[in-house]
């Protein structure tokens, strides 16, 4: 089993494997901020749960934030022996006639991803932390949805967002899509998956993205 | 039609190299893009300049041994072809060319564009192999069934012939594409099963220790090929290895 650690290609499924746990949260993650536009209340519900039960807070949160790391330290990992792999580049290098832009560039649209999540921590997690912990304010179960509301406030954040749920798209192009002929499957039925992981990869940015508008936009509009 | 070279030049494996300019007339399409580099060798030997040392054997398409990066693609512009069959009609009169080595850590340059490609063959050495008795009770191969989709995807493996493009084309220089049709050969095969589990392992173990890159599922690979070897090999080897080390 050491073996597997060691090689390119135990690299190759834990990137997978992390990429693919992260897709799975993003469906959670996605879900719950869709409530916000429908149904304030179920949000403000969904929001507490999550806060305050101890098997999200105490389980499921370590356990995500090691799937992050994992992943971008392992994305790190191998962008700098990819690099040493060519240790002298060519004059002369025509990547877009072979693969597309989006596959070539992973480490981009993952560092900006990543700025996102500093941010995105700051914005969620970090005030998080100060109410409950620092302040140790008294649990209120509807302050969500109008915490949200007041973050998306200013323009300049909610167009951060939206570049970066753009990324993120371009990410998921290349990344859920490849995921399984990285675990070794590439046959007829992987076909269908493919084109789910496409579709995916552009819905649920966009969703993230209307949703960050909304918030945006609603309180101006009303 | 007249072209201008922008060639790789390298005296020796130690030396630092350069691009250097040469313009060459009366190209003709019919021409391959090798005989164009006989064209201009003969040039350069009769003014008394040294020539363009490049890789080639059968210029048929077959040895693998011939290379290039040009343009920007390992064996140029035109598909599932070798540089030794890519035809000058692929270029028009005025055209600048850029050639140069193909380039990976694990293919150093001996000289101008010729680099060394052993690092396959020790890939190759570690596994890339069936034991078979010798001693005077051979068993025929045709007398093992083989299911015919197995014999097909086998042969389209074993088609592979070496030549470094998938290397030369992937923004990592990895050699997945390769090492994925070596073992593929042999993986989808009665007589390959014997040694399977180990093989994989040690034909992986030893493109690692070459120094080549990590797969990324680019595809670069694929394209540029010039037989055609497919992803799914890839796919195949991955599922080999986890396989194989999760029986231990
Ligand atoms: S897989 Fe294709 S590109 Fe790579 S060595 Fe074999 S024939 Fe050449
Ligand atoms: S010289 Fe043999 S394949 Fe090109």
């Not at chain 1, 290609?9 to 997978?16: F, H, S």
């Not at chain 1, 934030?65 to 191998?78: N, P, Q, T, Y």
């Not at chain 1, 371009?170 to 675990?183: D, K, N, V």
Request: net charge neutral.
């Amino acid at each position: 089993m050491s073996g597997l650690i060691k090689s390119s290609l135990a690299r190759k499924y834990v990137m997978a494997l992390s990429g693919l746990f992260l897709v799975i949260f993003l469906i959670l993650h996605v879900t719950i901020n869709l409530a916000s536009v429908f149904s304030p209340d179920f949000f403000n519900e969904a929001s507490h749960f999550m806060g305050y039960n101890p098997l999200v807070q105490f389980i499921m949160q370590p356990i995500l934030i090691v799937g992050v790391i994992v992943h971008f330290v392992m994305g790190f990992v191998l962008e700098i022996q990819n690099k040493k792999a060519r240790s002298i580049s060519y004059v002369k290098y025509k990547g877009s006639a072979n693969a597309p832009w989006v596959s070539r560039n992973m480490i981009y649209s993952g560092l900006v991803i990543l700025a996102f999540l500093a941010l995105h921590f700051y914005d969620f997690w970090v005030h998080e932390i100060t109410y409950k912990y620092v302040e140790a304010s008294p649990e209120n179960p509807t302050r969500y949805y109008f915490e949200t509301v007041e973050k998306f406030a200013p323009f300049w954040r909610t167009i951060l967002y939206v570049v970066s749920f753009g990324l993120l798209g371009l990410h998921l192009w290349h990344g859920f899509a490849s995921s399984l002929q990285s675990m070794g499957a590439n046959n007829k039925y992987t076909v269908g998956f493919k084109k789910f992981a496409k579709i995916f990869a552009v819905v649920v940015p966009l969703a993230f993205a209307f949703i960050a508008l909304y918030h945006h936009f609603n309180p101006i509009i009303h | 039609m007249k072209l201008y070279l922008k060639i790789w030049r390298q005296k020796d494996a130690s030396s630092p190299g350069k691009i250097v300019d040469y313009t060459l007339d009366g190209v003709e399409g019919d021409m391959s893009f090798l005989e164009m580099l006989d064209i201009l060798n003969e040039e350069l030997v009769s003014k008394g300049e040294e020539p363009v040392e490049f890789d080639h054997d059968c210029r048929e398409g077959i040895c693998g041994t011939c290379s290039l990066q040009i343009n920007g693609e390992p064996h140029g512009p035109d598909r599932l072809v070798t540089t030794c069959q890519l035809h000058m009609r692929k270029f028009n009169d005025g055209d600048t060319i850029v050639i140069e080595p193909f380039r990976a850590t694990a293919f150093p340059v001996i000289k101008d564009l010729i680099v060394d490609r052993s690092a396959f063959e020790r890939i190759q050495q570690a596994g890339g192999y069936i034991s078979v008795n010798t001693s005077g009770n051979t068993v025929d191969a045709n007398s093992i069934p083989i299911n015919k989709h197995d014999a097909d995807e086998a042969m389209d493996a074993a088609t592979c012939i070496g030549c470094g493009a998938c290397v030369a084309a992937c923004k990592n220089a990895s050699a997945m594409l390769f090492t994925s049709a070596k073992v593929s050969q042999f993986a989808l095969l009665p007589q390959g099963k014997v040694e399977a589990v180990e093989r994989v392992q040690n034909m992986v173990r030893q493109m690692d220790l070459e120094g080549f890159g990590n797969c990324t599922n680019t595809g670069a690979c694929e394209v540029e090929c010039p037989k055609g070897i497919s992803l799914t090999n890839i796919a195949r080897m991955n599922r080999e290895y986890l396989s194989a080390t999760l029986k231990g």
